[in-house]
């Protein structure tokens, strides 16, 4: 079963400026799962892969410059699986539904941070389109693309939270 997994990275402004617990605990505190993280600051090189539909955007090279500036938190949360679905964790479909490469993006906000409503984190954390803070998969193919640019399989882990049961009916 492929469970519907979105990429998130907190970027290195939202490091630098001590945001990494704020933007981790909207995530959790939501009730999504995290499966990957960890810290890594992307190579010029990396920074350009990652942004590769981009590329000839004007402000690509800024862009890709920031990026690989500093370290980045790098992490993957997937929604808990629901207790009445717990017994089809074959089906596909079933993960769908649960939303979280679309709630994901409505929790960052819009791409400049001004146009983003309050209570989004760009909303609440940032200023500028080129500092917006956070990263977030588009869509389940880029989501798909952009984990395994950055995780290996082995670093993506399986497990069962206890509240899961306390989330879905
Ligand atoms: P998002 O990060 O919301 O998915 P995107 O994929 O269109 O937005 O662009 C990736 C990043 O590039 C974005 O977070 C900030 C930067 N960016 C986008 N549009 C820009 C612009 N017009 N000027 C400067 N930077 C821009
Ligand atoms: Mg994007």
Redesign the pocket.
Known sequence: AELERTFIAIKPDGVQRGLISDIIARFEKKGYKLVAIKLVHPTKDFAEKH?DD?KG?P?FN??TDFLSSGPVVAMVPPPPPSQSMSNHTADPQVWEGQGVIKYGRKF?G??APLASEPGTIRGDFAIS??R?II??S?GPETAKDEIALWFKPEEILSYKKETDKWLYE
Do not use: K, Q, S
């Open positions: 942004y981009l955007r402000f800024g862009l960052i819009a791409t389109v080129g917006n990263h977030g588009d």
